[in-house]
T-cell receptor
């Protein structure tokens, strides 16, 4: 099993540019989560999907952030335009929804630096 | 609303000594409780979880955690620490009527050789 795959692993961009982060969940999992981790704020849940449908996006910081899941094997998190305060590590995780006790499997993360 | 607290930002333990990483929670109803570990430059890895049943849960790498309902705690423990246990540890909780897991801020564990 390849686990959760994220790309790119590292991204350096300039303020104002569009950034797209990609995630491939574990095959067969039907829940997908996007998290952001910073030293100041810790691990924050941005949005999560169940069966490709966004269930809760209350953690998305503002309209510059958007996420899609066009099919069960792919999701994107887009930031447009990017700002220096968006610099963080972004994690994608997936799970097999089983009523609340499911284990989440995390990808290796994308380290984003916005200059 | 559900919440989870890890009162210690950092815990230092000598190698070979027992370790405890603390976690307390607040939910309505019976909780689902989790511990995850994060090694440098890696994603979080699942360690163990409590859903129901025996209050003492055993997990990966020799770790265990004890669910204490009266104290609303779920402390992570290991009888003998290894230097390789040095990492960032996250406690997480989900209430029975909540639809997402909430993670604590994390506790950095340093095992001193």
């Amino acid at each position: 099993d390849a686990g959760v795959i994220q790309s790119p692993r590292h991204e350096v961009t300039e303020m104002g540019q569009e950034v797209t982060l990609r995630c491939k969940p574990i095959s067969g999992h039907n829940s997908l989560f996007w998290y952001r981790q910073t030293m100041m704020r810790g691990l924050e849940l941005l949005i999560y999907f169940n069966n490709n449908v966004p269930i809760d996006d209350s953690g998305m910081p503002e309209d510059r952030f958007s996420a899609k899941m066009p099919n069960a094997s792919f999701s994107t998190l887009k930031i447009q335009p990017s700002e220096p305060r968006d610099s963080a590590v972004y994690f994608c995780a997936s799970s097999l929804e089983g009523g609340g006790w499911e284990t989440q499997y995390f990808g290796p993360g994308t380290r984003l630096l916005v200059l | 609303a559900q919440s989870v607290a890890q009162p210690e930002d950092q815990v230092n333990v000598a190698e070979g000594n027992p370790l405890t990483v603390k976690c307390t929670y607040s939910v309505s109803g019976n909780p689902y409780l989790f511990w995850y570990v994060q090694y440098p430059n890696r994603g979080l890895q699942f360690l163990l979880k409590y859903i129901t049943g025996d209050n003492l849960v055993k997990g990966s790498y020799g770790f265990e955690a004890e669910f204490n309902k009266s104290q609303t705690s779920f402390h992570l423990k290991k009888p003998s620490a290894l230097v390789s246990d040095s990492a960032l540890y996250f406690c997480a909780v989900r209430g029975p009527r909540d639809d997402k897991i909430i993670f604590g801020k994390g506790t950095r564990l340093h095992i001193l050789p």
